[in-house]
Every structure is written in C-alpha cells, then in structure tokens.
C-alpha cells in the first residue's frame, strides 16, 4: 500500500513538473525575443530540466516590461530637467544625430541639458580629491551613490566626511547596490546611519538562493552637491582606484560635471532614491537655476533591464553605424551583443577607424577569456585591438568624429547593456570630443597593438577555452 502511494505521489510530482517546464517553455516563446537567445533556453530546460530551471530563474527572465516607479511618479520627477530650457537656436544637435536626440527624448525622457562645463579625471587620486572638496562645500544636501562602497581607507576618507557634513546638518543620502557591497560589514552603514545620514541598498536580496534580483544590480556613480555639482563615470570608491591592486594601477575616466547637466544626474539619483526609499523627493531646492558655461549638449541616458528598450545599447549602436571617420572605444569587458557587434564589424569594413582599447590583465578571468573570441571578429573585419598594459583598464569611453562622446558606468557587455541599472552622458560638442581622444591617444602609448597575423593564430588550446567561455557571455 505505501510502494502505491508514494508511485502515485511521485507520477503528479513529474506530470506537475513538466507542466511547469513545458509552460516555461510556452512563456520563453510567447515573449518573442532573439531566437538566438529563445532557442538556448528551450534546449537547457528540455535536456536538463531541473539545472535549467535554476538557471532561468536568476539569470533568463525578461523583467522588460515590469516597471519600478509609475508613469504618473517618474513624470512629477522628471519635471525639472526639463525646465528653464535654452532658446531652441542653441540647443540644437548636428543633423546626423537628429534621430539619436530624438531616440532619447522619447524613450528615455532625456532632455537636451544645454551649458554644461566637463571635468575629467583619469586616476583615482585626483578623482577623489576633487570630489571630497566639493562635498566639504556642501550647504544643503549631498546625494551620494555608488555601485560599490568599500570599508578600507579611501572608503572610511569618503565615510567621516559625510558623517561630517550630516552633523553640520547638510542633508546627505547614500544610496549602494545590495550585491556589489556583500563584502562590506553592516556596521559600515550603520554608522554613517547612526550619524544622522539617511542610508539605502538597492534591491535588497535577503535570501540571494530564492530571488532573481541578483542578476540585476545598480551599477550607476552618481554624486549631486547642493544640485549645482555633479559627478558621473566608472570609478567606485575603493583603495584599488588610488592605490591599484594585484593588477596594478586601475586606470579609469570620471567626470565632473557644473551645469544643467546636474539636473539629469539629480533626476536619476532621485528616482533611484524612490525606489529604495519610497520618498519622493521633488522639491525645487534640489534643482537650483543654472548658468551657462559652455555651448555643450548633453543627455543623461538612465538605461536598465525596465521598460520596453535597450535605450542605452540602441544609442550605441546608433553612434557606431552613423560614424563618418572613426570610433574609438575603451571598456574592461568587451562581451557584446549580437547587434553590437554587427554594428561595430560594419563600421570597420566600411572604412571608419574603428579602435578598441581593453586591459590586457582583467580581474574576471572567465570574461576575459570569453572578449577574446570576440576580438577575432573585430581583427578580421579591419578594427584595431590594443591591450592596456600598465595596470587594468576600467574605463568606459566611445567617442566620434569629433563631435560625440559618450561616458559613464555602462561597460561593452551584456550585463551593462542588458542587466544592470547604468547611467550614461551623451554629449555633442567638439572641445569636449576632442579631449577625451587625447585620452584615448595618450592611453595608446601604454598598450600592445594587436598584430591580426599573430593574434588569429594563437594555439588551439587557447582558443577552444575563449570560445567556449562566450557561449556563456550573457551571464558574465
């Protein structure tokens, strides 16, 4: 009698369990993605059913049409970059990137910030001076968010200044992904929340084994003075960006920003507030009137795994395909998406100088191996490879023509471009563009030019692993 039972409880366990993959299976088809990427996940949930649901539940789920804050609350927050714009005669872009101002008003809500005066820093040290002198100059509020916060040096420095300012009684909130800061002790936070400081993570994952959330992190650099100073780019506050690591020196480009671009850089902080917080902020105090320093346009592209498009992965591969002369783009992992990657073989086929600049040692191996299988692409297509050799390259950089950059925290992978909450600038102005290829110039004397004859015939052994490291891209 009991073989009879547990035969009968185990036949509606299996005939449950199937119902549940094979309507998976309907649910990945319904969503009508990529077949590219539709196709993979049928095959894994078929042949290993149990593993592949796992698998699907933390890192294939298409949370794109999901929504964080509503309509009506992001509207009322978004009101003020928009405000107080310039007359249209000059605020508008060159003809060519019409389309790519319009792509990002209309599916990003990003206004044309005119006026804005740029900054750049290219190490750690001069990075975090220049940001611990304008929080000392806080009168009113500082909002302060980071994907990663470390508890060492540079960390505690950033630490007992703010404590510092709340006690002065300037406002100071600081926002920190859940995920990225898993290393970091509680009592970290802790103090800074004892101080008077309003403290936040972003998408709290408190049981990671039974949550999806992990695959989707905060990964922006945001820091807004008093509305009036902004800061924006790829280096997080960890002694690595000053002092370097086993590494070496992590070479990385942050930017401040003075301006009307410091409304978009606080809209985004305070949407990101919203969600972790549930207070709406709105006030007008937090968008102070700004002057006009410079004959700059720029756009804060806000990107995340929310909402209807890649906005920010469309932006880029407008900017590639629509390149006259040459692209020239630094990024630590270069994972690109099918379509990314197209645009980029594209370019270089059809004449532009087409230039990629990554670390050659990298802090995550696997991924590292994986950009190999796809620098394979970029060498036969006519781009050119070069690998950073100092240090690791952490910075994020494409820039155009002359005329267009784009900056910010958004690596070349799926994980930026798909996964992540990133923030990015886009700017139209030539004094600007032109500098940050002098950056990239400059960094081209620390690099190896790849030779395509040597490189195309590195040993078998090498390449087998590379190659099945990608097929695994999307998870890096």
Known sequence: ??????????????????????????????????????????????????????????????????????????????????????????????????????????????????????????YGEEKLNALLEDIKQAKHHVHFQYYIFNDDVVGNRVKDLLIEKAKEGVEVRVLYDDVGNWNVKKRFFDEMQAAGIEVFSFLKVAFPLLTSKVNYRNHRKIVVVDGLVGFIGGMNIADRYVNGNRLGAWRDNHFKIVGKGVHGLQSAF?????????????????????????????????????????????????????????????????LPTEGLNQALQMAALGGVDVRLMLPKRSDTKTANMASHSFIDDMIKAGAKVFLYEPGFLHAKLLVSDNILTCIGSANMDFRSLEHNFEISAIVYQEAFAQQMKKVFLRDMHSCEKLIPSRWLKRPIKQRIPESFMRLFSPLL
């Open 270 to 334: 305070l949407i990101d507030w919203y969600v972790a917080s549930k207070q709406l902020l709105n006030d007008k105090r937090y968008y102070p009137q700004a002057a006009v320093y410079s004959d700059s346009i720029m756009q804060l592209v806000a990107s995340g795994p929310v909402g209807p498009w890649r906005t920010l992965l469309q932006s880029i591969i407008f900017m590639i395909t629509n390149a006259k002369n040459y692209v020239y783009i630094q990024t630590p992992y270069f």
């Open 1 to 122: 009698m009991a073989i009879h039972i547990q035969t009968i409880v185990g036949t509606i366990f299996f005939l449950l369990y199937c119902v549940t993959i094979l309507g998976l299976i309907l649910v990945i088809l319904t969503e009508n993605r990529n077949p590219l990427k539709t196709i993979p996940w049928v095959v894994v949930l078929l042949l290993l059913p149990g593993l592949g649901l796992v698998f699907y539940f933390f890192f294939g789920q298409d949370n794109r049409k999901q929504r964080i804050i509503s309509r009506r609350t992001y509207k009322r927050m978004m009101k003020h970059p928009h405000a107080g714009k310039p007359p249209h005669d000059s605020c508008v872009v060159p003809g060519r990137y019409q389309p790519l101002a319009t792509l990002l008003g209309r599916d990003n809500q990003s206004p044309l910030l005119y006026g804005s005066e740029m900054t750049v820093y290219t």
